[in-house]
């Protein structure tokens, strides 16, 4: 059982940044592979970055490649994600999900955290 807590959301201007974290409770953090999703009102959950569990691998949605980083620290239970150069169509609630092996698709997360929402102001 992994439990995941998001933080470090909020309002922030476009071309600023944010970084999020997950915090996951549990001994076995670092046998999974950790992804971020987010979804905006009247939308789908999205994939926006996965990491492997050693954090040696990972993979980003088309949109935020080059802007967003994600990482961990198995030592701490937590995954992060940097945003920079936040944009306007940015704005969600962001997820953290854990599964046992990197995916983008929603489906194969078997934990997910409650959200922490980003809003960027034009």
């Known amino acids: 059982q992994v439990q995941l807590v998001e933080s470090g959301g909020g309002l922030v201007q476009a071309g600023g940044s944010l970084r999020l974290s997950c915090a996951a409770s549990?001994?076995?953090?670092?046998?999974?592979?950790m992804g971020w999703f987010r979804q905006a009102p009247g939308k789908e959950r999205e994939f926006v970055a996965a990491i492997s569990w050693s954090g040696g691998s990972t993979y980003y949605a088309d949109s935020v490649k080059g802007r967003f980083t994600i990482s961990r620290d198995n030592a701490k239970n937590t995954v992060y994600l940097q945003m920079n150069s936040l944009k306007p169509e940015d704005t969600a609630v962001y997820y953290c999900?854990?599964?046992?092996?990197?995916?983008?698709?929603?489906?194969?997360?078997?934990?997910w955290g409650q959200g922490t929402q980003v809003t960027v102001s034009s």
């Open positions: 999900a854990a599964r046992p092996t990197m995916g983008s698709s929603p489906f194969g997360y078997d934990y």
């Open positions: 549990g001994r076995t953090f670092s046998s999974y592979a």
